[in-house]
């Protein structure tokens, strides 16, 4: 691997990182060029910007995460993707903070917008939602449990997923890949 390309996946892991343990307004510059034991100017020269970097993140974390998705969905298992998702607090949380900050980065908001269509568009094509309605509210309803159960540990979320689950199976008994 290329010393660059060692850079920057250590730029993207500590960003990853301070993201989840400590929140967005933890992950300034600094802290995540301390936290990848490297000169804070690289994230600019990298990235272009923290904003940027931020960007390389959110493709990054979605670009395996939507595989899994479509791999378990298209094998029956959507309520195995589901509660392996809201009880992977980590996935949680950066899901979240990246969603969060895209409020007020607008290039960040561009990926997540455009990560999000992509979610939509493969629950319809390849899993047979309906519609893209359909998709957005299976989505909103898992993202709203999962921020649900971050602020509120005493969720009965496997049960609320359990639901969710028997919910989308009877109205879409077997989604055609």
Not at 20 to 40: L, Y
Request: charged share 20%; net charge neutral; hydrophobic share 45%.
């Amino acid at each position: 691997m290329a010393r660059s390309d060692e850079t920057k996946r250590k730029l993207l892991q500590a960003a990853k990182e301070i993201l989840i343990e400590q929140g967005h307004a933890a992950a300034t510059v600094m802290a995540i060029a301390r936290r990848a034991g490297v000169n804070h100017g690289l994230i600019i020269h990298y990235f272009g910007s923290k904003e940027g970097l931020f960007v390389a993140l959110e493709k990054q974390t979605n670009e395996a995460f939507r595989q899994v998705m479509v791999d378990l969905l298209q094998a029956g298992e959507g309520l195995a993707f589901m509660k392996g998702f809201m009880l992977d607090t980590n996935a949680i949380t950066l899901r979240q903070e990246l969603e969060y900050m895209g409020c007020t980065m607008p290039a960040l908001q561009k990926a997540t917008q455009t990560t999000l269509q992509a979610f939509r568009k493969t629950m319809v094509e390849q899993l047979g939602f309906p519609s893209v309605p359909h998709a957005s509210l299976i989505m909103a309803t898992t993202s709203g449990l999962a921020l649900q159960s971050t602020l509120d540990p005493e969720l009965p979320r496997e049960k609320a997923v359990e639901l969710l689950d028997e919910w989308v199976m009877s109205q879409w008994p077997k989604p055609t890949p």
